[in-house]
């Protein structure tokens, strides 16, 4: 059965996995770029973005299982861009460029319809209106029996852990303080959930939640 | 000069220093004893409970620094008992029987006064009715030129970090959900403070964090 997954969601130690006043210019929040350094310096990182070297170990090996088995995507409309309520046009394409990291059908929540395009690489973006369970349904479709990755941001993952629709999430807790922003953990929101790996490393401490049976 | 530092301090992987529904039987909350079960582990630890033995490393060189070069502790009434407004009597004497582990002048703040009293081993408790700054000049002037230790709980040391009193705290980040409670960090309260420490060990991660010049 397709695993719904999170990978690679990085949270600070005042547990912010996004920093204060998300915008165009800072779509993570103020200090929110700062999360991400560890996943960047791994070459899983550096190939991500058409680029070579970077380390290999524990920091490596957690980040390249975001794309391990995976079939399809879903997210959050807020992690596909900056664009909030009615779509002015269908121009904005995501954060990604041509040639998005994903390489199957992505599936994006939000209130208001558009239609799916497709990308270079086989990168095929679709536009679920009637919420999570359905985006669920029609990733899993679209999988072909691999798993799914749940991308963010922040209050889409909430979403599915309060559902429990989870099957399991790598977060990465990074030694920065943010002071401010979204928060992923607390608030009942694990209720189900149990730690099942933690792997401290030498710049991140990462961590394996599994839903309880 | 003295530093006001709070050591050993120690938060769950979703943020919180003390489980939800804490009372006279379950002081830390649900899930709360669990927390700190790294430091009853440690040399220092079973020392302090009158045992022998436990590990040395690097959870006991973090936790034995609670009582390096310390003259005097200040912590919050709720961690000095269950009973909250009005004192019915002055039986209660604290959680630690009949000789606590602080051996110099504690300062419990406190809304409702009460005499002083002292215990074995050289505690003596004082209950300070006029504010976290009185709290800090009486026992700087205690602690004879030695730092002050913070004990806690949660809403005391957030107001001593609002109001940038506090020197230097050692958290202990332990791979446990406790899903509610009270939370140590965010909401701004570390404005002004850095990370200037990042441990991981096997079982734990220490991160101290420093007052930004």
Known sequence: MSKLRVHNFTVSLDGYAAGP????????????????????????????????????GVDNDFARQFEENVGATIMGRNMFGPIRGEWPDFEWTGWWGDNPPYHHEVFVLTHHAR?????????IFHFVTDGIESALARATAAAGGKDIVLGGGVATIREYLRAKLVDELHL????????GGERLLGDGVTEGYEVTEYVPAKAVTHVRLTRSR
């Open 21 to 56: 006043a998300q915008s165009l210019e800072t779509p993570l929040g103020v200090g929110g770029e700062e999360l991400h350094g560890w996943m960047f310096k791994t070459a899983y990182g550096a190939k991500m973005f058409g680029g070579e070297g970077g380390e290999t």
């Open 115 to 123: 239609p799916s395009f497709e990308l270079e690489g086989g990168n």
């Open 172 to 179: 990465a807790f990074v030694p920065i303080l943010l002071g």
